[in-house]
């Protein structure tokens, strides 16, 4: 089992920028591979990137060139970097973590991020 804990988010004004931490534990592999996905009220559950533990990344199609996903191996820990914040995207972003070639997935309990002026 993994344990997923996010912390960052909040309230921030349109244009403006917030960044997203997640520290996995427990039955961690190295090169599992961690990212995040958001839900807005009444929408699916959506990609916004994940990373693989030699830094890959892959990014959803609303945050390309806006948002990055970065890691620390050494922390198990994973960050997002959100700029230039628009009111879509305002959601809960979960993390996840997902054992590489396996359909194993935790999921963080999620953290608010609103956009809003």
């Known amino acids: 089992q993994v344990q997923l804990v996010e912390s960052g988010g909040g309230l921030v004004q349109p244009g403006g920028s917030l960044s997203l931490s997640c520290a996995a534990s427990?039955?961690?592999?190295?090169?599992?591979?961690m990212g995040w996905y958001r839900q807005a009220p009444g929408k699916q559950r959506e990609l916004v990137a994940t990373?693989?533990?030699?830094?890959?990344?892959d990014y959803g199609d609303a945050v390309w060139g806006r948002f990055t996903i970065s890691r620390d191996n050494t922390k198990n820990t994973a960050y997002l970097q959100m700029n230039n914040l628009q009111p879509e995207d305002t959601a809960v972003y979960y993390c996840?973590?997902?054992?590489?070639?396996?359909?194993?997935?935790?999921w963080g309990q999620g953290t608010q991020v609103t956009v809003s002026s």
């Open positions: 427990g039955d961690t592999y190295s090169n599992d591979i």
């Open positions: 996840t973590s997902r054992r590489r070639n396996t359909a194993t997935r935790w």
């Open positions: 990373i693989t533990s030699g830094g890959t990344a």
